[in-house]
């Protein structure tokens, strides 16, 4: 039996784990996708790159200002000087190098979606494609709604778990020819795009005659699109850009649309992480404690402290 599964390898897993690991604990991480990281993202098409997911990091902590100091070092983070704002750091040469770099040396079983998390006498089971695994103790890191499908609305902690709210966030990718930008960044909250930001302007990026953009539209704008077509949403979502970029459609090479149905936190837990009673299950992520990077951080940080002084 594991010690300890961690159910989503985003930034809060990793965190988990990291500090785990430095005890001397073997933590076995679990994720969905093909990669680490979840939000923090990096989309690759065309021989173009975009970051679809968080823009940038920005740190409160000093230890998570340290860490991003070491990151640095090893090049997988940089300051993103046009990044529209001071101490905003980005991945190089994309923001899923930084999730990489907290990941080298965990051990990562990719592809691997938990369908369904089982509490036995001794232990829990998660239920995975074809097998299941047996965990003396989980740590759930995925966003809250998904933690209630996995946990049943009728566990002692699903109420919490009901009290989170999050907002989706459609995101279009697109690339012009390179013209006069007239911005690098732009956020206006109100606005539909509520967001756009000059993907190439980051550090690391490749050049080239080429301008990559991501653009984020706001919570009401996502809701209200967000079971549409992707090809109408990235129709509109990319007349709304060239609008604001002042180009016509004809300097557009590719556009595509992303759907994050869980983005933000908007009503996050309040603390940061839930724990069992018998302390064999921890839930935690962003939406503890808020729409950032540094927060899912700090929530896989404190579930490994508790996890570490309760053994
Ligand atoms: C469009 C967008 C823009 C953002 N911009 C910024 C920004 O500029 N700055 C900032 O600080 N933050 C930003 N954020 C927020 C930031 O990305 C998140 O706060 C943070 O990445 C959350 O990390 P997490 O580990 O809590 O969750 P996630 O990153 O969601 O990780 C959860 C992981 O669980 C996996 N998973 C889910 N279900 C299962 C399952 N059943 N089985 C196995 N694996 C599963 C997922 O694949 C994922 O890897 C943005 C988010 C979005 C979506």
Redesign the pocket.
Known sequence: MMPVAI???????LACARRLAESGVHAVL????RGV????ATRRAEGLQFDH??????ARDREFATLLGTLEKQGAVGAWQDGGGPGRWVGVPGMSALPKALGVGLDVRLN???TALIRQSDCWQLQLAGTTVEAARVIV???AP?ALS?LGESHPLSAALRSVAMAP?L?LMAATRQGAAPFTVREDPAAPLAWIACNSSKPGRAGGAIETWVA?AGPDFSTEHLEQDPKAIADLMLSLLCEELGVGLDAVTYAAVHR?RY??VTSPLGQPFLRSDDATLFLG??WCLG??????WTSGIAMAEEWLALR
């Open positions: 159910i989503g390898a985003g930034i809060a897993g679990f994720d969905k996708a990281g979840g939000r923090v997911g968080a823009q940038y990091v920005t691997q979606t938990v890191t995925v966003p998904q996995l966030c995101t984020q994050w983005a933000r992520g962003d729409a950032r990077v540094e927060a899912a």
